[in-house]
């Protein structure tokens, strides 16, 4: 991994000096996000991370005093061309050659690999999960409420995956309703794959990409939610109101100010029974290291409660349940109204595209106008709907999401396509014994240097759950990318030099592509 190699030779340097194993200054050596001052370093030392006296009283000028002394210890040497001190940072500046040689070999070596083979993902250890996301309810239209769900647990689904992890995805249908029984039942008992794929449902998934390992439904849980409330009468933990309705005391010194009703007076279980059996029977079935729930935060409380009275009864691993709360989306209107259903926002976005893509000149050559029509105006809208926290709500635009120019899903398409194109009219022949030595302009330069700091945002998203930071890293790197675009001519220049520019392209687009696809986009070749 080419920034790995980079910190790497950092670190043991710095090991020496400030006598730390290298290990754990690692993550301490950040890449410089690309600024359009221009002359920036590659790598820069957070001062604060390597002292033990950085609490809040020890002042900046003494960061800057420190970086400036460790700044004048260190030495250039073959991998580092420039040493220097900023406010509480040490900066790296790394030989300009062996910057583009060594990123542009990892970047067409590891494809769709680069960044999650980085040293920053070697501590972390490879889990089995169980994601529970979208869950419509089968009785009713698939709700535009559920897009959200459906795009965040895919996300999710698909960085685990990406980094190693071991993922099984659930639906978990709200199924009172007998259409699901019938699907369901039908499904287990004669196997017939037409049938359910000839379901709606099924269909949805398929255009927005996304699969499921597993369907599973409340009524499953119906006879088991008897059990748990036996269980947890055993264990006492059951208490009967004056109404007859049964409830678990939650708060801490037992006199009821926090509760969770889970059955009805007549003895019938709710929503959290089915709920607490089926997290009882994943866990029993998969063994999985962690169970994540994808649904918005009007559900948080639900969740709070479900993970509270696992632990109660004695389930450890509830500590290791988490639920993925996303705000709600306002706006989402048709030309014809108020958007209640998702294949409503489907046909609307196909409209949408192909009206904007009739008006552009280079359509009539694109092969199919209606697929590339809902690949780019689903990348819209995955776009407008990662931008933010997950957590926030917000309002919808199709005028904002659909913008060819600017920061949108249809301007990380075209960047795609026009990237794709350049290859194609160029042989698209592979790339090997280049002279990528000679890429030195400051606009190769800055893609290169992105290009660098891509394995820190894929760690930061398998941090926090958060595809904000992809979004916003691939957003950069497609206006990085046009303007090299611009200024870096491939046709026309001396061929080693069009080599060089062509490999460089390359690069930048096998990142976009790998990016685009985790967020659950597919890229488009032509528009």
């Known amino acids: 991994m080419a920034a790995c190699s980079f910190r790497r030779s950092i670190a043991s340097q710095l090991s020496k000096v400030l006598d730390l194993p290298p290990e754990n200054l690692i993550k301490s050596i950040s890449a410089v996000p690309v600024s359009k001052k221009r002359h920036v370093a590659d790598f820069q030392l957070s001062i604060a991370s390597v002292t033990e006296d950085s609490s809040s009283d020890c002042l900046a000028q003494d960061l800057h005093l420190q970086a400036q002394k460790l700044a004048e210890r260190l030495k250039c040497d073959a991998v580092v061309r420039e040493i220097s001190a900023g406010p509480g940072t040490v900066n790296f500046t790394i030989n300009r050659e062996l910057l583009a040689k060594t990123v542009l070999q990892q970047v067409l070596k590891d494809g769709s690999q680069y960044g999650v083979k980085s040293e920053l993902f070697s501590t972390v250890p490879r889990q089995k999960a169980v994601i529970e ?83 599973s439904g409340e009524s499953f849980y119906h006879e088991k939610s008897q059990e748990i409330l036996k269980t947890l009468e055993d264990k006492g933990l059951l208490q009967k109101t004056i109404k007859g309705t049964g409830i678990v005391d939650l708060s801490e010194k037992k006199d009821l100010s926090s509760f969770s009703t889970v059955m009805r007076s007549d003895g019938t279980s709710l929503y959290i029974t089915r709920d607490l059996a089926a997290a009882i029977d994943r866990m029993n079935k998969h063994s999985c290291d962690t169970m994540i729930y994808v649904t918005d935060k009007s559900q948080s409380n639900h969740f709070q409660h479900l993970f509270q009275i696992l632990k109660l009864m004695g389930y450890d691993w509830a500590e290791r349940c988490q639920h993925v709360s996303f705000g709600l989306v306002q706006g989402m209107k048709t030309r014809r109204g108020e958007v209640i259903f998702l294949e409503d926002v489907l046909n609307e976005v196909r409209s949408r595209m192909l009206q904007n893509m009739a008006s552009a000149k280079t359509t009539k050559e694109v092969e199919d106008p209606m697929e590339t029509a809902e690949k780019v105006g689903l990348a819209a809208l995955i776009i407008q709907d990662f931008r933010g926290l997950l957590s926030s709500d917000y309002q919808f635009s ?98 080693e030099l069009a080599q060089a520019r062509l490999c460089l392209f390359q690069a930048a687009r096998l990142v976009l592509a790998s990016g685009m696809k985790l967020l659950g986009i597919t890229p488009v070749t032509q528009m």
């Open 398 to 495: 199709w005028d904002r999401a659909l913008q060819s120019r600017g920061d949108t899903g249809v301007f990380l398409q075209y960047t795609h396509a026009r990237l794709h194109s350049l290859e194609q009219m160029h042989g698209n022949e592979q790339l090997t014994d280049v002279n990528v030595a000679c890429l030195q302009e400051p606009d190769a330069i800055s893609v290169l240097q992105h290009l660098l700091r891509y394995d820190e945002v894929l760690y930061r998203s398998s941090q926090d759950l958060q595809p904000k930071h992809i979004v916003s890293y691939l957003l950069t790197l497609s206006h990085l990318a046009a303007v090299a675009h611009k200024t870096l001519p491939v046709k026309g220049s001396a061929p």
């Open 133 to 215: 996301f979208s869950s419509p309810n089968i009785a009713k239209k698939f709700h535009v409420g559920h897009l959200r769900s459906t795009i965040v647990g895919n996300f999710i689904a698909n960085l685990k995956v990406a980094l190693g992890h071991e993922v099984i995805r659930i639906n978990y249908l709200g199924d009172w309703g007998m259409q699901f029984g019938l699907l369901g039942v039908g499904f287990q008992h004669f196997g017939n794959k037409e049938k359910l794929k000839s379901s709606p449902l099924q269909h949805l998934f398929e255009r927005l990409g996304v699969h499921f390992d597993e369907y």
